[in-house]
């Protein structure tokens, strides 16, 4: 099959100028989830040398 | 469907990479932000630091005392090394330990537990550092055996030595190990705390000292370990 010529699904896809406009949105916000929160919160769960920080997010 | 399952190895492919980046920058680049905050703090260190120590159990000019108070959270409040029979061992630089034990304030290196007492204090001096990444201040600090000592500098230049006691393997929520007498012997202490095993947080790994002459006036305003530990920030 000839990829340069449309098939008849073709015109339902989004414009490319949306698709790459999409996939930014979702890079950004994966980085800024990614440093905001999971490295974060994987630091602290592998390399917290302290003490007493589960202690203190226990539930009373 | 053959879009859907690209899509899917694309993802897979792309989360994969970051963490083996992210992984790769703990282990190997977090290092270098330690390296440079530590030659900082030595800067800063040998400008308000008497180079003379005073003798380490006299007291020293009350117009040199600096409260505890008064140092600001990641400044240097101490200076710490490990030695046996004269050689330094654990760390070849003298590490720098900065007021405060968050997370972001042990970039800088070892940190000092705020509530906990000061070097040379009657109570329990307690100190945290990583074991790995950030320079892994720790990392061969179970290498401590009897005999060996732990010499630390106050901001008015006393050094003052603890000889090792003991190391224990606890749980991290075994907050007593960093309270005001976790050896239970009345004798003024050292506590380090590290995590155990290297690269996790499961446990933590304690290392005890004892100071070796007579102590000064404790500072410590913890009423109890689990305030110590609370306080990380100050």
């Not at chain 2, 760390?91 to 040379?120: C, I, K, N």
């Not at chain 2, 990392?139 to 224990?168: C, K, S």
Request: hydrophobic share 45%; charged share 20%; with cysteine.
């Amino acid at each position: 099959m000839n990829r340069d010529v449309p098939d008849d699904g073709a015109s339902r896809r989004w414009p490319r100028w949306l698709r790459v406009l999409v996939l930014l949105v979702v890079i950004a916000i994966s980085v800024v989830v990614l440093f905001t929160w999971v490295f974060p919160w994987v630091e602290e769960m592998t390399q917290d040398p302290t003490l007493g920080v589960q202690l203190l997010r226990r539930p009373r | 469907m053959t879009r859907v399952v690209r899509g899917v190895g694309w993802v897979l492919v792309v989360s994969g990479a970051v963490v083996l980046l992210y992984v790769v920058y703990l282990l190997w680049f977090t290092g270098l932000e330690t390296q440079r905050a530590q030659r900082e703090l030595a800067e800063t260190w040998s400008l308000t630091v008497p180079d003379a120590p005073v003798q380490a159990d006299q007291p020293s000019d009350p117009a040199d005392e600096v409260d505890d108070e008064q140092i600001a959270l990641g400044d240097a409040v101490a200076a710490l090394w490990f030695e046996r029979d004269g050689e330094r061992i654990v760390s070849d630089e003298m590490l720098f330990v900065v007021s405060g034990a968050t997370l972001q304030l042990l970039r800088s290196g070892p940190g000092h537990y705020p509530l906990s007492d000061r070097p040379g204090g009657a109570g329990n001096l307690a100190i945290a550092g990583h074991r790995t990444t950030y320079g892994a201040p720790f990392w061969a600090v179970d290498v401590l055996t009897e005999g060996d000592t732990i010499h630390v500098v106050d901001r008015q230049g006393r050094e003052w030595v603890y000889a090792y006691r003991e190391q224990r393997i606890v749980a991290p929520t075994d907050v007593w190990v960093i309270g005001e007498d976790p050896l239970g012997s009345g004798a003024p202490t050292i506590t380090l705390t590290t995590c155990h095993p290297r690269g996790s947080a499961a446990q933590r790994l304690i290392v005890w000292g004892e100071l070796v002459g007579d102590p000064i006036e404790s500072t410590a305003t913890g009423t109890s370990p689990q305030e110590i530990a609370g306080r990380v920030e100050g």
